[in-house]
């Protein structure tokens, strides 16, 4: 029976996020958490191999103390079983830590015959932990999946590439990142969310993983972040009858000279 | 001397690298080399002011190219690796990044050598906020398409080498490429768009919008969702950060909400109008005019109005 990885990221709701007008900064005190979008169509992937074929399905995640919140979660949506990483270092983390923790996670709780990924994350959208994991590893990566085959210890994948498509076949294990019209993610049922709570979930520390701290220095550091403040007009057209508001409206898109 | 090194797969976006690479070049006075997959490709290089080009050969997949341009960087003691920012390049950046146990910066927006460090900024938070970040040299960036002008021939006199890749990997088989066509409407130009959301019940009430979008002789655009979950309009009609960025003197949007991704792409429109149900969603606080109200209701309020 095959064994599958998927690779997870908890991350803030971007949604949630609210730009200071001011100073544009940005207010997170509202925001809650949330698996990350791709990931979830990662998730939902493997989750259709493990239903399709019998594949035994791990997850893994590494993040701030924060992610022990998402496994509940995480195992509603049908993987066998979590892995997560809790460690204030991830905040730190860019995609050359992140890959590297991952990377060593994985062969410990390894080997897997294909490790999933989603394309970028919704946060940062790097996009470049899959690759780079798939190098550490020594396997193959097959980037930007659409449609996702494994067959007899064969991965065949489509790729989508902006103007082109391709199929990639590698035989034997590989790591691919998958775009998000692959699949629909599922909603956990009631049933599924009540299951959640039996499953195993597992910590791993990372001063077990023995990366050296060289490896679990980013490369990359934030210096600031400053929110989009957009400088629009905000006119609300409020009359009781629509009539008079698209009066209202076409006045003044003839002002603005655009009608 | 330690160097700038650019690739793309796509010429067109190679030449784009070759001038944010003679920027890089005028502060940190390093030479500006320069991969290219094809002769022509090269002598264009070469041209536009790479000071040399090597002509990688002997590898059809270009995602085979990372370990010989990983190679490469570490010869030249590449200190900054810029890699055009298509699926392939950013594919292929994160392996070379690996192999050169470097950081790496995709879609840069901006680049500058700071403090002996490369100084990028890039979008977070799906458009909502720009990210300044500092990256230890060697670095790797991509840069996404059409961020800085392509560089012109101006007799440069780069020298041009060959490189014969070796190998690739035995286990990868690469097969069926196969183009997507394109419906051949250009959103990212339009003049003026009339964007259909979430707040459309089905796809044959695609006509309210399209009876709007004729009165004003605008394009369509719709939301992610509309293209990609409903697949009622193709995907080159989405706007967003992952789709088409507008530069329209009018957007008007019909039953939007106005998630940060999709605001990112509507940014740069002159005038924003919304009609949207709810009023507290968020794409009032992107709108320059806005109605609150059933677009099935106001849409053909403004047809009838704006045919007047």
């Known amino acids: ?259 | 001397m330690p160097g700038i090194l650019i690739f793309s797969e796509n010429n067109a976006i190679a030449l784009e690298l070759v001038t944010a690479g003679l920027g890089l070049k005028a502060t940190m006075n390093h030479s500006l080399c320069a991969v290219a997959l094809s002769e022509a490709d090269a002598t264009a290089l070469a041209a536009a002011g790479a000071d040399k080009v090597v002509l990688l050969t002997g590898q059809d997949w270009p995602e085979g190219c990372a370990q010989p341009i990983a190679e490469l960087a570490a010869r030249e003691l590449a200190a900054v690796i810029l890699i055009g920012g298509t699926a392939r390049g950013k594919d292929i950046a994160a392996k070379v990044a690996n192999e050169l146990d470097a950081g790496l910066v995709t879609e840069a927006q901006t680049i500058e050598i700071a403090e002996d460090k490369l100084q990028t900024t890039r979008l977070k938070y799906g458009g909502l906020a720009v990210a300044c970040e500092a990256t230890v040299l060697p670095a790797v960036v991509t840069i996404a398409p059409r961020t800085f002008d392509k560089a012109v021939a101006g007799g440069g006199q780069g020298q041009i080498t060959s490189l014969a890749a070796t190998g690739g990997d035995p286990r990868v088989k690469v097969s069926e490429l196969c183009p997507i066509e394109r419906q051949g409407v250009d959103i990212a130009a339009a003049a003026r768009i009339v964007c259909v959301g979430r707040g459309l019940a089905k796809k044959e009430d695609l006509t309210l919008a399209e009876d709007l979008a004729k009165a004003l002789s605008a394009e369509i655009g719709c939301t992610r969702g509309i293209a990609e979950d409903y697949h009622w309009l193709p995907v080159e009609r989405y706007i967003g950060i992952s789709g088409q960025n507008i530069k329209a003197e009018l957007y008007l949007s019909l039953g939007v909400s106005g998630q940060v991704q999709h605001v990112a792409g509507i940014r740069d429109a002159k005038v924003i109008v919304a009609v949207d149900t709810n009023e507290k969603a968020p794409i009032f606080a992107a709108a320059d005019y806005g109605i609150v109200g059933d677009l099935y209701e106001v849409a053909p309020l403004i047809t009838a109005a704006l045919k007047k």
């Open chain 1, 1 to 259: 029976m095959s064994k599958i990885l998927v690779c997870y990221k908890w991350v803030l709701d971007e949604q949630d996020i609210r730009v200071n007008a001011a100073d544009a900064s940005l207010d997170l005190s509202r925001a809650k958490y949330k698996i990350s979008d791709y990931d979830k169509n990662a998730i939902e992937e493997a989750v259709l191999l493990q239903e399709g074929q019998g594949a035994t399905v791990d997850a893994v995640t590494f993040g701030g103390d924060a992610v022990r919140q998402s496994l509940k979660d995480l195992l509603s949506r049908g993987p066998d079983k979590v892995y997560y990483i809790a460690d204030p270092a991830a905040d730190k983390a860019d995609g050359y830590v992140t890959a590297g923790v991952l990377a060593v996670a994985a062969r410990k709780t390894g080997p897997y015959d294909l490790i999933i990924c989603g394309e970028g994350s919704a946060d940062a959208y790097n996009q470049q932990v899959a690759p780079r994991l798939a190098a550490s590893l020594g396997l193959p990566a097959i980037t930007y999946v659409q449609s996702l085959k494994l067959e007899d210890g064969r991965v065949v994948a489509t790729r989508k590439l902006g103007d082109c498509t391709e199929v990639v076949t590698v035989e034997g294990p590989a790591v691919v990142s998958v775009v998000p019209e692959i699949n629909k993610p599922r909603i956990p049922s009631l049933k599924q969310v009540l299951a959640a709570a039996k499953k195993p979930s597992e910590e791993i520390k990372i001063a077990d993983l023995g990366l050296s701290p060289r490896q679990l220095a980013a490369k990359t550091v934030t210096l600031t972040v400053k929110g989009f403040v957009m400088n629009r007009k905000n006119v609300l057209f409020k009359e009781p009858a629509q009539a008079d508001n698209v009066a209202k409206l076409a006045a003044a898109l003839a002002k603005e000279g655009v009608c």
